[in-house]
């Protein structure tokens, strides 16, 4: 299949890892510098939610994990304009997976540098006020919120 080689899969996922202290793992990005975020990435065409998540957990911040939650829940957000290239041209649209990943405490972390300049911990209202992606803000005030579901 042409399309799964040469374009990439609308679908990704959004790990937001924290502490049983309250802090949360923010990344940022090389590029576009000064884009902060949690772990995320697009799945693989032949790989599952939980798997891209465990995947890109894993290549992004050195952490293995097989604790990681399924929030069952899916965000969907029209592309980045500088983005859109890497997508087949009928694509606008991204459906993100959610998952989070609570540890006991701060954790150094292992960055990819062709991704990711630094990371830090943030307590969860300045993570949430520091993090570009709408969803990610969402998923962060949730956490912090303790939603009770």
Known sequence: ???S???????????VV????????LLNR????????SVTGSLEWDESPAQAARRELHEETGI????????KQQYRFV????WRDRYAPEVSENTEHVFTLELDSMTDIQMNPEEHSEFCWSPF???ADRVFSWTNKQ???GLFQGSSD
């Not at 924290?18 to 793992?25: A, H, M, Q």
């Not at 090389?30 to 975020?37: A, E, K, R």
């Open 1 to 3: 299949m042409t399309d």
């Open 5 to 15: 080689v040469q374009y990439k899969r609308p679908e990704s996922v959004l790990v």
């Open 18 to 25: 924290y502490t049983k202290s309250g802090e949360v793992l």
């Open 30 to 37: 090389t590029h576009p510098q000064g884009f902060w975020q």
């Open 64 to 71: 293995l994990s097989e604790h990681i939650h399924d929030c």
């Open 79 to 82: 592309i980045r304009p500088e």
């Open 125 to 127: 209202k300045q993570a």
């Open 139 to 141: 998923v962060i005030q």
